[in-house]
């Protein structure tokens, strides 16, 4: 017996539905529930641009407003995709602005963005609200100028982390008078040149702006200006946080920061120095995130600054905090959620500061709320990492870079297996984790039994055999995202698994041991599957077929094989009836 | 309990009433100030009059039952009271909703054929966190819903079809393509140009096509300007809109040259379908049969075919370009334009164009 709605009834109720993972549930209910929800969404998330074609969704959605697009495997953040892979935006920005006059919101992470399609989505969307780009490449300060020019509507200009080509600060003048900003972060711009009267007239008349992020060439002594141009500033990040100790100077910005009342998250900080540190601490109270990653302060500076913050739920800080300092952090902050710890000096050979295991322990024992942790450091031991698992049993996200790979327990020369283990087993809500250190295929056993959540699993420089890596696809549920580097695995656990990989959006394997031969194989049998061997080296098959190949990413996709490939990337073959052999 | 017991009991009150008639047949009266809350009551009462009488009772729509009815009067009689503060009604909101499913959907849909929005947007809330987090089994299973999507609908309910007649014939003269080049291959084995022509399918076909007829010196031009591929982005765009204009026109004369019986003389540009690459495939599974009907070699002229072999010889060298993001520029740039305006050859393409 099927209860009966009027559609509209129904679309109300998924109105108030609004993740993707849910929304894409109730299209799969049935039938009628699909063809209402596709009329309704509004929001899209495509989590691999090459896993469905632009047209395909516009099709299927007709009525959506957002776009998020992801584009090049995680692994491109640590430069082993090399330049040219893919991920362009074009094609997408083409076909949406031919069909979505309406679009109002773009979202893209990790993909090719030219200044060509930033002049067609200025050109092509009328009420278009929010750009945010977060790990971008490929386009200049020019195709911002048109962004400013043209988007009348823009409330949300976001470049996180991308690289600009930073040609001059006058883009910041193409915005009309009209434009009130409520969210700006230009962080990454890298030149010097900024025009500074320019920045401060945007911000005078967004009087709606609640996030500011400015670039390092900002001054320390323009910020009280700005400040005080944005007095109801919710999120904040300062230029180069250094400047000769001048009294005038630092009254301006204590004041400028105590008026500030709704503060809630600072960021920025280039090159502080103590001196000005103290101006910020009429605004710590209130703060809830706070990031030092590039603040070079020493730990007695960055525990005098936290315990002004009592209620921190997210802290970003370099290893210059130590163990000293995560302690402090312990005994001050307990609704810490989130925690990275960045590594100083990842290249030196000497520990240069005293960071170890300890101060992870502390801050798992001093603070219950915590969720979310990036760690580096030198040492780890089973016994402490068993200890942060029992503190800690409601992670959601553990990564642990233990900074010189195959790093055994320093106290007892063994793996580190049982530690992860121990993760794995009291986190039943983990769904990131990331390893390091000596391990073998046993924790990869662990992780099968116990991770059943596990979404996103990062592995270097671990295991024994392929028995590891069948652990994995045969054991995690959830599993989503592998990327794999530098590990023993090879064809056969690959092969026995190959329908896994139809349930995972995507598996990267770099410097391991999967033969061309199993490529092509697994090319050949899994239609739905996009595998691409990336191979600067040269061509593949000049090589013998057991030869293993540099690169593998595989991906689902109902688009078919990509054409947009650079010559050191090669599309396994789909059927085995066109092959030419 | 009901309002009617209350009205005799105490007729010294002197309160109106309302009369409201569920589908059923049964009929009761409704203190005033309760029943009004209700939009379409307060519409049936001021627009029409009705509702003063037992004879004229207002029949409410067929999706409020007397059980719902009671519920949505105990509603709006809480919520009807004027001085409540914000809280008190929040937390009489959530006591009143803690139902089951069932009478839980019966209720928003009676609240909905009443339009009492604040008690649609309370029942359609809490529906919502009953139906998040849950997966389509799950939610099927709580709902009654049949299980009526196909497993193919389930991957990608929107099947891609091949709705260019265009993109067919590429299809047919690659596949032609791929058995000439594996002729070759078993003479000269040279194995690394058929790698890549395997891979580049639709960009060998159209490079032949456009090398064949058109200006091969557009190639070469935008090659060389490309040749610094590692470059930013930002230098390749604009040498790629002019490679856009320049393919363009070729692929425009070769089209009437060669393919003039399905294609005409319609502007390649104007191909909607050519971004699914994936309908290439899809094709050429679908076409294998056509393969042998000999109609290609009528139409491809002996010594254009030698050209073409030199040229996709040629062109296999020179895939070290830049060519394939090209190509996604030019299929992508073809998009702007909707294909509605494309006009159907012959039955084959009807019949695909249909399927969508």
Known sequence: ?581 | MSEVDMAVTKPEMMKSYIWLQTADGSIQQVEQEVAMFCPMICHEVIQKGLGSSKNYAISLPQRVNPAMLSLILDYCRFHQVPGRSNKERKSFDEKFIRMDTKRLCELTSAADSLQLKPLVDLTSRALARIIEGKSPEEIREIFHLPDDLTEEEKLEPLKNTTDDPRIRLLNRLYAKKRKELKERQKLKNVEVEEERVDDRSVDDLLSFINGDGGDSKGIKTSKSKKKNRRRKDQQKSTSTNEAIKNHNKELNGLNSVCCSVEIGQKSWSGVGASSNLHDVEDDIFASKNELDDGEIDDEIDPALKEKIDREVEDFARRLNSDWPERMQEILSFGHERKPVHFSLNGNGSLRRYASM
């Open chain 1, 1 to 581: 017996m099927m209860f009966s709605f009027p559609d509209e009834v129904l679309e109300h109720v998924f109105s108030f539905i609004q993740s993707d993972k849910d929304r894409n549930s109730v299209s799969m209910v049935c039938k009628s529930w699909y063809e209402i929800e596709r009329w309704c969404r509004r929001k899209v998330f495509v989590g691999n641009c090459y896993s469905v074609s632009p047209r395909m969704v516009i099709r299927r959605f007709p009525e959506f407003r957002s776009i998020e697009l992801k584009g090049k495997p995680h692994f491109a953040d640590f430069n082993l995709v090399p330049d040219g892979w893919g991920g362009y935006v074009f094609p997408w920005i083409a076909e949406m602005a031919g069909a979505f006059p309406w679009l109002e919101e773009i979202k893209l992470k990790r993909m090719v963005v030219t200044d060509e399609s930033l002049e067609l989505i200025a050109k092509s969307f009328k009420n278009f609200k929010v750009l945010v780009l977060s790990s971008c490449e490929g386009f200049s300060t020019d195709g911002l100028a048109a962004i400013a020019a043209s988007c009348k509507n823009l409330k949300e200009l976001d470049l996180r982390d991308c690289e600009v080509d930073d040609l001059s600060g006058h883009w910041l003048s193409h915005f009309p008078d009209t434009v009130s900003l409520v969210s700006l972060n230009i962080s990454c711009l890298g030149s010097d040149e900024v025009s500074f009267s320019a920045l401060e007239r945007l911000v005078g008349r967004c009087t709606n702006l609640r996030t500011l992020r400015l670039n390092r060439a900002v001054p320390l002594d323009k910020i009280a200006n700005i400040l005080r141009r944005a007095p109801h500033l919710v999120e904040f990040g300062t230029g180069t946080y250094a400047a000769d100790l001048r009294p005038d100077v630092y009254s301006d910005l204590a004041g400028a920061f105590s008026s500030c009342k709704e503060l809630k998250s600072l960021s920025g900080f280039w090159d502080l120095v103590p001196a000005y540190l103290p101006a910020i601490y009429p605004a710590c109270s209130k703060l809830t995130s706070l990031n030092l990653s590039y603040a070079t302060i020493q730990s007695p500076d960055l525990i005098k600054l936290l315990s002004q913050c009592p209620n921190l739920q997210r802290l970003l800080v370099l290893d210059y905090i130590e163990d000293s300092g995560l302690e402090a952090l312990a005994s001050t902050c307990k609704d810490l959620q989130e925690l990275r710890v960045f590594p100083s000096d990842p290249f030196g050979a000497e520990p240069n500061v005293s960071l170890t295991e300890r101060g992870l322990v502390a801050v798992s024992s001093g603070c219950p709320k915590l969720q979310s942790v990036l760690y580096f450091c030198r040492r780890m031991s089973n016994e402490a990492l068993v200890t942060i698992a029992k503190n800690c049993p409601n992670f959601t996200r553990f990564r642990l870079c233990i900074i010189e790979p195959r790093t055994a327990d320093y106290l007892t020369l063994e793996p580190l297996d049982v530690g992860f283990g121990a993760i794995v087993q009291y986190c039943k809500d983990l769904q990131r984790l990331s390893l390091s250190g000596l391990l073998t295929d046993r924790v990869f056993e662990y992780i099968g039994t116990y991770a059943k959540k596990l979404e996103m699993l990062s592995v270097a420089f671990a295991g024994d055999s392929d028995l590891g890596l069948h652990h994995v696809l045969s054991g995690c549920e959830s599993l989503r995202k592998l990327e794999i580097r530098d590990c023993p695995f090879g064809d056969k656990a690959l092969l026995a698994n190959a329908a896994k990989l139809d349930t995972m959006r995507s598996l990267w394997m770099s410097s391991c041991a999967v033969s061309f031969g199993a490529c092509k194989l697994l090319g050949q049998k899994m239609p739905r599957l996009n595998v691409e061997v990336i191979d600067e080296r040269g061509p593949p098959d000049s090589r013998p077929e057991s030869c293993p190949v540099d690169k593998l990413y595989i991906y689902r996709t109902v688009a078919g094989p990509r054409f947009d490939m650079p010559p050191f990337v090669w599309t396994m073959e789909d059927d085995p009836s066109l092959q030419l052999s």
